[in-house]
């Protein structure tokens, strides 16, 4: 009888599911069945009542251990090497702060420009609709960390591999996060090296103008800028970095909708939505104009790793402190987003130019505004763009990372992790000067990867969770998967055409 105790006891934690299953609790203990019983079931009030007050103080304490060693996950060696999971003493603060910095940035500024083609009411309900959309798919995906007992899945690509299968998966993943990933890592390099311009402009004035710097070469000095940031180990190392993001970015978007407003409109500003000459060129600009909308919404596709940053047993789950954090980021993303749309529109109409409302207040208002408060504007956005790369450029150090540690069995040197940052950060620096065009696409590929945030979360909880057939859950989750799938598809022929439209020409080097 002890040795089938010391047997039962040595495999608890190699079959943590007995005691964990997915529903969280512990699995009931058949009637009558000595042989289901394992130490920790047998720790029972029932069993400790004829026992002392130390004794069961002691048997009740192993209980509370053996619940903890059940739930340990069985992680992968390699993933104390890479960045993403290097360190989990995460916490719910770094949740928000890095929630905060991934999910409010210069794409809230472009949400008038959706505005002046969708009017107020479709405006608003899209925009809300959106909000409370993109916020039910994070929830799935802070659910399905560990839906699996035993099993984290720290990256959206291992997520979408274990819902749709190894090949499948990866085919239906990897592009849009790489694109959400490298391409708003290049995005924000243009955006941070021009306005890094404007800065100088604003603040010099004509005391610099002899021999300015080009707009290539600020792209030069923010690049050095973010290299310079981005030889910070792993993703717990830059949570000041993301707060200082999120602040800023909270702090200019406040500036730029409460200085609109408060600035005297244009007078011949006008709220019909902007029409074109035929039917078919209104119905794409408009579908472009939703694909603004969905855009504005970002920062799934790094939910799971940033909760992979965080320690996870059976009595303190990781989802619980993902979950507060992640409540708080998106109730500050609202408080961003809804007053620049309103209030941008508001102030500028339909002549809000393409550019988005940081290019109106500087059109419309750069006499009427202290220079200081516009030169501090365009600062705050910059500081945002250097913040923002880093935590979008992470799951790129990620993988470089991953494939070197998974041919050498062996981490990462410090000179080898500073050679993958410069390259990659040069990379971007040569794609934006090669396509400077690149933020006019953001329409295009903001549709193509719209469902890593309002689609593949909902088909993963029908897969992995398996609810009832042709039950309510059933039916919400492909019902809204697939209608992420059907405006995928509208928004991305809206981004082509809004690319045509805007005369874009390719011009290909001829060989003499």
Request: charged residues 10%.
């Amino acid at each position: 009888m002890e040795e089938r105790g010391e047997a039962e006891l040595v495999s608890i934690p190699a079959t943590p599911e007995i005691l964990t299953p997915t529903s969280g609790q512990r699995s009931p203990r058949p009637a009558k069945s000595s042989a289901a019983r394992t130490p920790a079931s047998l720790i029972s009030p029932r069993f400790l009542s004829p026992i002392g007050t130390p004794m069961k103080r002691v048997l009740v304490n192993m209980k509370g251990y053996l619940e903890e060693v059940g739930h340990l996950t069985k992680l992968n060696p390699q993933d104390s090497w890479l960045p993403i999971t290097e360190s989990r003493n995460g916490n719910a603060h770094y949740a928000a702060f890095h929630n905060l910095n991934a999910g409010v940035g210069f794409q809230a500024l472009l949400l008038p420009v959706a505005f002046s083609f969708l009017g107020w009411s479709w405006g608003i309900i899209c925009l809300t609709i959106a909000y409370f959309w993109q916020l039910y798919t994070l929830w799935i995906l802070v659910q399905l960390h560990e839906a699996v007992p035993g099993k984290r899945y720290n990256r959206y690509v291992e997520l979408a591999q274990a819902a749709f299968g190894e090949k499948l998966g990866l085919w239906f993943a990897l592009f849009p996060t790489i694109y959400l990933s490298a391409g708003t890592a290049t995005a924000l390099i243009l955006i941070g090296g021009e306005t890094m311009k404007l800065f100088f402009q604003i603040v010099c004035g004509s005391l610099c103008s002899s021999n300015p710097l080009s707009t290539i070469e600020w792209y030069l000095v923010f690049t050095s800028l973010c290299i310079v940031l981005s030889q910070l180990p792993n993703l717990n190392s830059i949570a000041g970095l993301s707060l200082i993001g999120g602040v800023t970015a909270i702090t200019y978007s406040s500036m730029v909708w409460v200085l609109s407003v408060s600035q005297a409109r244009p007078p011949s500003i006008s709220y019909q939505p902007l029409s074109s000459l035929s039917s078919v060129s209104s119905i794409f600009s408009i579908l472009n104009a939703l694909g603004i909308v969905a855009f504005a919404f970002r920062g799934h596709n790094l939910a799971l790793e940033i909760q992979a940053t965080m320690p996870s047993t059976f009595k303190h789950p990781a989802h619980v402190p993902m979950w507060r954090g992640a409540k708080v980021a998106y109730l500050l993303v609202a408080m961003c987003v809804f007053p620049v749309a309103i209030g941008g529109f508001w102030a500028y109409g339909n002549l809000m130019p393409r550019g988005g409302i940081l290019n109106a207040l500087y059109g419309f208002h750069v006499g009427d505004i202290p220079r200081g408060l516009l030169a501090t504007t365009f600062l705050l956005v910059v500081f945002n763009c250097l913040s923002s790369f880093q935590i979008y450029s992470m799951p790129v150090f990620d993988s470089f990372e991953a494939g070197y540690t998974s041919r050498t069995n062996r981490p990462c040197s410090i000179w080898v992790r500073c050679g993958f940052r410069v390259f990659y950060g040069f990379i971007s620096f040569f794609i934006g000067i090669a396509l400077p065009f690149l933020s006019s696409l953001a329409g295009l590929l903001g549709g193509l990867t719209l469902p890593v945030t309002f689609a593949y979360p909902c088909f993963m909880w029908v897969l992995i969770k398996k609810p009832p057939k042709y039950s309510f859950n059933w039916y919400f989750n492909w019902i809204l998967g697939w209608l992420g799938i059907a405006f995928s598809l509208a928004f991305s022929v809206g981004g082509i055409w809004s690319m045509i439209n805007s005369g874009i020409k390719l011009k290909f080097f001829k060989p003499n």
